[in-house]
C-alpha cells in the first residue's frame, strides 16, 4: 500500500513538474513577446507578424541569402550595404515606419531610425539601458562577460580599468609598434612584387589583420607577443565558428547552444584552449617581478583590486583580453581592407591621398606629428566608414520601463538602432549618399550631413568604442604608409561581396593589383 502511496505521488510530482515546466515555455515564447508587442501595437508600433518560436528569423535568413546571391564581379558604383545585407529591414521600414516591431526568436526588437529618439537613446547614461543580454547568451564564448557585453556597475568599473589606457597620449606612445607592424606589410609587399616581375596579385585581408594582430597582441601582452599572437589566432578561429550561427534557426533555439552537435564541440574546445592560454600568460606574469604596463597589466591590477574570487578573477581576466581582441583587431583590419578597396575603385582619391602623404612625410615614415596634419586621408576613412561601418546594428536592451520621445518602451524590449541604414539615409547625407565621395567630410563630421550625430561607426554617447584613438592612428599610419610606396588598382579576381560576420566584412577578401612607386 505504502508503495503504491509513493508510486502515486512520484507521478503526481512528475506531471505537476511538466506542467511547470509547460507552463515556462509557454511564458517564455509566447505570453511574454505577445505581451511586449501588445505594449507597442498600443502605441501605434507593428510590425511583420512572427512564427511561433523562431518570430521573423526565416525572413532574415532568406534575405541575407538572396544579398549573397547578388555578389558580383564588378567594381562597385553604388554602396548600399543597409539593401544589400538586411533588405528585410529596408521593406518593414517602408511598410510599418521609422518605429516598427519584429522578432528574432523569443527576442522583441524595437526598430528605430527617428533621429531624435535616435539620439536619446545613444546618449542615455541610465543603467536601465544596456547591451542586449541575447548578445551574451549567442556569443558568450567569444565575448563573456567583458566590456563589451556588461552592464552597470559591471561595465563601469572595466570601462575606468581600460579607458585610460587608451586615451590619445597613451596611444602616441604606441606608434612606433604600429609604424613597426606596417613597416612589416610593407616590406612582404615589396617582396611579392619583386618575386612577381613587377606587378603582384595580392589577397590583402591577411596582411591586415596580420598587422593588427601585430599591434595588439604587443599592445596587450608586451613581453609575452609571441603567446598573445597564439591567443588571437585561436579568437580568430572561435569567431569563425561563432559567426557560422548568424540569424540562423538554430541561433534562435536556446536548447541548441547546450546540445554536443559538432559546431558546439568546436566551440567550447576552442574556448577552453583560449582560456587556459591567456592565464598561462597571467601566471607567467605573477610569477616573475613583471615591470609590464600594457592592457593586460592595467586588466591584472583591475581585477586584482576588485575584491573578487579568483574564479572571478579568472573570468574578468579573460573575458577582456577576449574583448580587446575583437574591438581592437578585428574592427581595425576589416575598415584598413575596405578602406583600400575603395581606394582602388577611385583612382584620383587613391593619387590625392598619395601625394598628401608624400608631401606631409617627406618620402619618410609617419609618425603621431605627421599624421595629424593628413586632411585628405582623415576624409577618406571618414567616408570609408561611413559606408562600411564595422559594426552595421546598435543594440540595447530596455531593462526597466523606459520613456524616448513619447515612447514608452516596456522592460525586456530589444532596440535596434541600424547604423548602415542611418549612415546612408539620402534625407542625412544628400542624394549622392551611395556613392564614395570624402569631400562631404572636408569640414569635419559636422559639416558632412544634417545630423552629425547619427554618424557613430565608432558608437556614440557613453559607450563609444574605447579602441577609437588607437584604431584611427593604426589607419592613418598604415594607409599613409602604403600609399607612399605604392599603386594599386582591383585585381579582376576581386567579387564585390558585403557580409555580416560579427563585423562587417568581404566575403570573398580584397584583391589587388599593386606595384611598387
Not at 456 to 463: A, D, L
Request: proline share 5%; glycine share 8%.
Amino acid at each position: 500500500m505504502e508503495l503504491q502511496f509513493d508510486t502515486k505521488t512520484c507521478i503526481s510530482l512528475a506531471v505537476l513538474g511538466f506542467i511547470g515546466l509547460l507552463q515556462l515555455l509557454y511564458n517564455a515564447l509566447v505570453a511574454k513577446p505577445r505581451r511586449l508587442r501588445s505594449l507597442l501595437s498600443k502605441q501605434g508600433i507593428s510590425g511583420p507578424p512572427p512564427s511561433l518560436l523562431l518570430g521573423n528569423a526565416m525572413e532574415m535568413k532568406l534575405g541575407q541569402s538572396t544579398a549573397v546571391k547578388a555578389h558580383t564581379g564588378e567594381p562597385p558604383v553604388s554602396h548600399n550595404c543597409a539593401a544589400s545585407l538586411f533588405g528585410f529591414f529596408d521593406k518593414w521600414r517602408k511598410q510599418y515606419g521609422e518605429l516598427f516591431t519584429c522578432s528574432l526568436g523569443n527576442s522583441q526588437i524595437l526598430f528605430v531610425t527617428q533621429p531624435d529618439i535616435v539620439r536619446e537613446i545613444t546618449t542615455c547614461t541610465s543603467f536601465d539601458l544596456g547591451k542586449a543580454s541575447y548578445q551574451h547568451q549567442v556569443l558568450g564564448p567569444l565575448l563573456g562577460q567583458g566590456i563589451l557585453t556588461s552592464n552597470g556597475a559591471v561595465w563601469a568599473h572595466q570601462r575606468k580599468i581600460l579607458a585610460p589606457e587608451l586615451y590619445m597620449e597613451k596611444v602616441k606612445g604606441m606608434v612606433n609598434i604600429i609604424t613597426e607592424s606596417a613597416i612589416t606589410v610593407a616590406d612582404s609587399w615589396k617582396s611579392m612584387i619583386e618575386t612577381q616581375g613587377g606587378t603582384a596579385d595580392i589577397k590583402i585581408d591577411q596582411y591586415m589583420r596580420s598587422f593588427s594582430g601585430d599591434v595588439i597582441s604587443k599592445a596587450c601582452f608586451s613581453s609575452n607577443y609571441s603567446k598573445g599572437e597564439e591567443i588571437f589566432l585561436k579568437l580568430r578561429l572561435l569567431q569563425e565558428a561563432m559567426s557560422k550561427y548568424g540569424i540562423s534557426i538554430a541561433g534562435q533555439l536556446p536548447a541548441m547552444r547546450y546540445l554536443p552537435t559538432k559546431g558546439n564541440r568546436e566551440k567550447w574546445a576552442l574556448e577552453k584552449e583560449i582560456r587556459n592560454l591567456i592565464l598561462e600568460v597571467v601566471k607567467e606574469r605573477t610569477t616573475v617581478d613583471a615591470n609590464e604596463k600594457d592592457l593586460l597589466q592595467m586588466v591584472l591590477e583591475g581585477a586584482r583590486d576588485s575584491n573578487l574570487s579568483q574564479e572571478e578573477t579568472d573570468r574578468f581576466i579573460v573575458d577582456n583580453c577576449k574583448n580587446i581582441y575583437l574591438a581592437g583587431f578585428e574592427t581595425t583590419a576589416v575598415s584598413a581592407t575596405w578602406c583600400l578597396m575603395l581606394l582602388a575603385s577611385n583612382q584620383e582619391w587613391q593619387e590625392r591621398v598619395r601625394a598628401e602623404a608624400l608631401s606631409v612625410c617627406g618620402g619618410g615614415i609617419p609618425n603621431a606629428d605627421t599624421i595629424r596634419k593628413m586632411k585628405q586621408l582623415t576624409m577618406v576613412i571618414n567616408e570609408s566608414l561611413r559606408l562600411y561601418p564595422p559594426v552595421t546594428i546598435m543594440s540595447r536592451e530596455v531593462f526597466n520601463d523606459m520613456k524616448f520621445g513619447d515612447i514608452t518602451v516596456p522592460k525586456g524590449v530589444n532596440i535596434w538602432t541600424m547604423v548602415c541604414t542611418l549612415h546612408t539615409d539620402p534625407d542625412i547625407w544628400g542624394p549622392d549618399a551611395f556613392k564614395f565621395n570624402p569631400d562631404r567630410f572636408e569640414n569635419g563630421i559636422t559639416g558632412a550631413c544634417k545630423l552629425p550625430h547619427l554618424y557613430m561607426p565608432f558608437g556614440v554617447g557613453p559607450r563609444v568604442c574605447l579602441g577609437q584613438n588607437l584604431a584611427t592612428v593604426e589607419l592613418k599610419i598604415l594607409l599613409s604608409l602604403i600609399l607612399s610606396n605604392f599603386a594599386f588598382s582591383l585585381s579582376p579576381k576581386y567579387t564585390h561581396g558585403p557580409v555580416l560576420r560579427l563585423v562587417l566584412e568581404p566575403e570573398h577578401g580584397v584583391d589587388l593589383l599593386v606595384r611598387k612607386l
